[in-house]
């Protein structure tokens, strides 16, 4: 079954130093988004990418925040100065979207990133 | 996007029918409703989703009632692996509209 991979599974940066995560959605997927978790609370919506540019955006996607499709394959978030408060759970998810106007995400397992 | 109310925990005996209830009184008439589960922490699982007919996969049934301001998920035969956050999420058509994730019920299937 085709799956959305993340790497790496878990992250440890400093504060202040910048972080790429790294998302392979499902190949013939066209909607692409990252959500976020921090410890015990709610999953939370930060972006969606269609098209080569974001289509929504949440108030926690800031400036310290971006999103990239490099190649055909790859969808990145990188976050430029990372603070403590990003240490979280980040997780991608696809959706394929083009003629099926209501189509599931599906996650990846994702990426522990702890900001010390 | 409309809110939804869900109870913050349940128990249910393995091999029984687990039904989580999720309120969504505010639902507008093009909005769906879906089912996601989370595993400990584990990235949210797509369970089942659906307008105002009743709908069933091959891993829940998913009952609408007609003003489709309510709405129970059906895990038929409940296993311990189906621990988890069951969360109900309302959501518009359009594979590019964001997901609100709740708080979540969170369903412990007991031995």
């Known amino acids: 079954e085709p799956e959305v991979t993340q790497t790496p599974s878990h992250q440890v940066t400093q504060m202040g130093q910048e972080v790429i995560l790294r998302c392979v959605p499902i190949s013939n997927h066209l909607y692409f988004y990252w959500y976020r978790q921090i410890l015990g609370q709610k999953v939370e919506f930060l972006v969606s990418f269609y098209n080569n540019e974001i289509s929504e955006k949440s108030e926690i996607f800031d400036d310290q925040f971006s999103v990239e499709r490099p190649d055909g394959s790859n969808f990145t978030l990188k976050i430029r100065s990372t603070k403590l408060e990003d240490s979280a759970m980040y997780f991608c998810?696809?959706?394929?979207?083009?003629?099926?106007?209501?189509?599931?995400?599906?996650f990846g397992q994702g990426t522990r990133l702890t900001v010390v | 996007d409309a809110k939804t109310t869900q109870p913050p925990s349940m128990d249910c005996a393995e091999g029984r029918a687990a039904n989580l209830p999720c309120n969504h009184s505010?639902?507008?008439?093009?909005?769906?409703v879906y089912w996601y589960r989370q595993i400990h922490s584990q990235g949210p699982q797509y369970i089942i989703h659906?307008?105002?007919n009743n709908e069933t996969n091959e891993m829940a049934s998913l009952i609408i009632t007609e003003d489709r301001k309510s709405s129970t998920l059906i895990l038929p035969h409940a296993t311990l692996r189906d621990t988890a956050v069951y969360y109900c999420i309302v959501s518009l058509s359009g594979s590019a509209r964001q997901l609100t994730f709740g708080s979540g019920t969170q369903l412990t299937v007991l031995p």
């Open positions: 659906g307008l105002k």
């Open positions: 998810a696809s959706s394929e979207g083009i003629g099926r106007l209501n189509t599931e995400a599906f």
């Open positions: 505010t639902i507008s008439g093009n909005e769906y």
